[in-house]
């Protein structure tokens, strides 16, 4: 499984748009991306996933480099309900197990 | 409610003695995943069981084992407990290859 680097933690104020970047250098062909989020003793929810360039849902987007090295969740407007901690994960959507790394924590501040 | 389904939400039990928690996916997703998430740490990976089979094992300890019945539904097995057991253990089901995993909301469980 390709390995991920992502910031230990981040804060924001509400209302601003939150950047987390991910390092996945050694990503493979079949590869996908995806980032899950986890509220404090809730089990991680599924937020979007993509393969390149741009991808977008109702809750974030997702951009992805020509060379799909790294990639950015870009979630909008933040609120204090968005402080959470924020996985990313590569692979290839097989039989391979999702291996969650430390995440990012997010805090948002009023 | 995510449609991943697991009991009991909370467990405490005395170090030696053995648990199991209960864990229904999705209706007709056919793999299952067992996660361990103690304070501090990240998810670890524990056993993955696809259509009543064991597909893939992680960082299970011999002490903990698992099944999936012809309905469905796993079971993890939690034997000779110790207080370094104590954790929150998620389950998680898929349907698809590359669809996201759907989680339970967890058993916390407290050795004591």
């Known amino acids: 499984l390709a390995k991920t680097t992502q910031p230990i933690s981040m804060d924001s104020y509400e209302g601003q748009e939150v950047n987390i970047t991910c390092s996945h250098n050694n990503i493979a062909t079949n590869d996908y991306i995806t980032w899950y989020q986890q509220f404090p003793s809730q089990g991680p929810r599924f937020i979007i996933q993509g393969y390149k360039t741009k991808v977008t849902n109702e809750v974030a987007s997702l951009f992805i480099p020509a060379d799909r090295k790294s990639s950015t969740l870009s979630l909008p407007r933040v609120s204090l309900s968005d402080t959470a901690v924020y996985y990313c994960?590569?692979?290839?959507?097989?039989?391979?197990?999702?291996?969650f790394g430390k995440g990012t924590r997010l805090s948002v501040i009023a | 409610d995510s449609g991943v389904t697991q009991t009991p939400k909370h467990l405490i039990t005395a170090t030696g003695q053995r648990v199991t928690l209960r864990c229904s996916p999705r209706s007709g997703d056919l793999s299952v995943y067992w996660y361990q998430q103690s304070l501090d740490q990240g998810l670890q990976f524990l056993i993955q069981y696809y259509n009543g089979e064991e597909r893939a094992k992680g960082n299970i300890l011999e002490r903990f084992s698992a099944q999936q019945f012809p309905d469905l539904h796993s079971e993890l097995n939690l034997s000779s407990l110790e207080l370094g057991d104590s954790a929150l253990y998620f389950c998680?089901?898929?349907?698809?290859?590359?669809?996201?995993?759907?989680f339970g909301s967890g058993t916390r469980l407290t050795v004591v």
């Open positions: 994960l590569v692979g290839d959507g097989g039989n391979t197990p999702l291996v």
């Open positions: 998680a089901s898929r349907g698809r290859d590359r669809d996201g995993y759907t």
